[in-house]
């Protein structure tokens, strides 16, 4: 992947981040339900609109899929870039600090290349196919269990616990972002994290950060959302998804998730 590529998605990112902190209230932002009965912002639209805009100036050929717009995939297209405009909507609409925007450039189906900026938090994160993971610039890694260290967590949404048997025994967090969920897996903050609904853009960007830092990452009772399939509209598709810190985390955790 050419640097000036990387470069791209990084200024990309730290644009949108800039946009919707712009537009960040302490006090609450209107949020409208959508027929998916999760909720979108005026902010979600315009980051949207920039990073779409930007992408298609950069790489006309390449096909983009959006959470507010095409949610559908395409075949022959020589990549495809999956976007969530605002991760964490619900956090942003009721003034609190944990919300992001994800962007991830996928080749022949795979994320090779991602990059997600959470602007309040001062936390840019990016990953390369093969080169590795940063945040602001500094490589990171996941961190095994230490036995020293009680302190570590399990990260996981509100659905987690309504719809599966959790027997993890580290202390539970909901963050109300699965991007910055994956995202404090790769930083060694968490041991384990858990998403009961994710969509594709909800998972794109942090997969491929997870991995890039040592991490393991898969679906749990669907399959896997990589390679994309063409002609699909993912807008109809969730993906439990668990990663671990390690790939013997992953299966002792995968135990301990069963459904109800």
């Known amino acids: 992947m050419p640097t000036d590529t990387l470069q791209f998605i990084t200024q990309l990112a ?9 537009r960040f209230h302490l006090s609450g932002t209107h949020a409208a339900l959508k027929a998916d009965r999760s909720f979108v912002t005026e902010s979600d639209l315009a980051s949207d609109r920039l990073i779409s805009a930007a992408i298609r100036q950069a790489f006309p050929q390449d096909h983009i899929l959006s959470e507010e717009k095409d949610t559908s995939s395409a075949a022959g297209a020589p990549a495809v870039w999956v976007i969530d405009p605002l991760d964490g909507t619900t956090n942003y609409a009721v003034g609190m600090h944990v919300w992001g925007v994800s962007i991830a450039r996928l080749e022949q189906g795979i994320p090779t290349l ?19 993971a940063w945040l602001n610039g500094v490589p990171i ?3 095994p269990p230490d036995e020293s260290q009680p302190l570590s967590f399990f990260v996981c949404c509100s659905r987690t616990h309504r719809r599966y048997k959790v027997s993890i025994p580290y202390k539970a967090r909901i963050l109300g972002s699965s991007a ?3 995202c404090m897996l790769a930083r060694g903050a968490a041991l384990i994290a858990f998403e009961a609904t994710p969509k594709v853009w909800d998972l794109a960007g942090g997969w491929l950060v997870v991995q890039e830092a040592g991490g393991a990452i898969e679906t749990l009772f669907t399959p896997p959302p990589f390679p994309l399939s063409p002609e699909t509209d993912y807008a109809r598709s969730s993906f439990p998804t668990l990663a671990a810190a390690t790939p013997d985390l992953l299966a002792q955790s995968r135990q301990q998730i069963q459904p109800r």
């Open 141 to 143: 890694h996941t961190r």
């Open 14 to 22: 730290a644009q949108a981040g800039s946009l919707l902190a712009e």
């Open 114 to 132: 991602a990059a997600l900026n959470f602007p309040l938090l001062d936390e840019l994160y990016t990953a390369q196919r093969g080169a590795g």
């Open 180 to 182: 910055y969920s994956y």
